[in-house]
T-cell receptor, first 115, second 107 residues
Framework: DADVTQTPRNRITKTGKRIMLECSQT?????MYWYRQDPGLGLQLIYY???????NKGEISDGYSVSRQAQAKFSLSLESAIPNQTALYFC??????????????FGPGTRLTVL | KNEVEQSPQNLTAQEGEFITINCSYS?????LHWLQQHPGGGIVSLFM???GKKKHGRLIATINIQEKHSSLHITASHPRDSAVYIC?????????FGTGTSLTIIP
């Protein structure tokens, strides 16, 4: 079973709709991240969380919000989707302790299309 | 601004060739991460480096902190190595990603 899972894997929606992307992990990591990937661009950080009570904005947080419901769950919401939010979204986790300090492990990605 | 530059952007080589992908960055970093993105989109961690050299199978990663440069080498390349290779640098609490090098290995 995958250590980092994302649901849904694909989603087509319309402008103005509220969308939630969910991420769960079984790695026991304390840190979780949401990134988006656009063609020709590097991954860009949307939000990150270092523990359940810690939420931080990344480079491109406008139009997005997040919730860290538990150490293992981190969800990303688009309150009112717009077409330029069409992208591939990745959740990632890392551990602030141990030998793999801050090595990032990625979920399979969610392909979101906003019409 | 782009803290991370990768070269080349695209690389096509014959099976068996020695491959080098380069990553340069402009500011001080605490770590550098090499990742592989498969054609289906999944991203896999290859190496995390803060100094020196690491080797895993046919893959070797090096970093020169003074020159702000890292290289990823693939020995005896194989078609299954075809993927996008991404370099990311850790600055403070965030990672900044390069745009990737698309590698195609021809049988």
């Amino acid at each position: 079973d995958a250590d980092v899972t994302q649901t849904p894997r694909n989603r087509i929606t319309k402008t103005g709709k509220r969308i939630m992307l969910e991420c769960s992990q079984t790695k026991g990591h304390d840190r979780m991240y949401w990134y988006r990937q656009d063609p020709g661009l590097g991954l860009q950080l949307i939000y990150y969380s270092f523990d359940v009570k810690d939420i931080n904005k990344g480079e491109i947080s406008d139009g997005y919000s997040v919730s860290r419901q538990a150490q293992a769950k981190f969800s990303l919401s688009l309150e009112s989707a717009i077409p330029n939010q069409t992208a591939l979204y990745f959740c990632a986790t890392s551990d602030s302790r141990g030998e793999s300090y801050n090595e990032q492990f990625f979920g399979p990605g969610t392909r979101l299309t906003v019409l | 601004k782009n803290e991370v530059e990768q070269s080349p952007q695209n690389l096509t080589a014959q099976e068996g060739e020695f491959i080098t992908i380069n990553c340069s960055y402009s500011v001080g970093i605490s770590a550098l991460h090499w990742l592989q993105q498969h054609p289906g989109g999944g991203i896999v961690s290859l190496f995390m480096l803060s100094s020196g050299k690491k080797k895993h199978g046919r893959l070797i990663a090096t970093i020169n902190i003074q020159e702000k440069h890292s290289s990823l080498h693939i020995t005896a390349s194989h078609p299954r190595d075809s993927a996008v290779y991404i370099c990311a640098v850790r600055i403070s609490n965030q990672f900044y990603f390069g745009t990737g090098t698309s590698l195609t290995i021809i049988p």
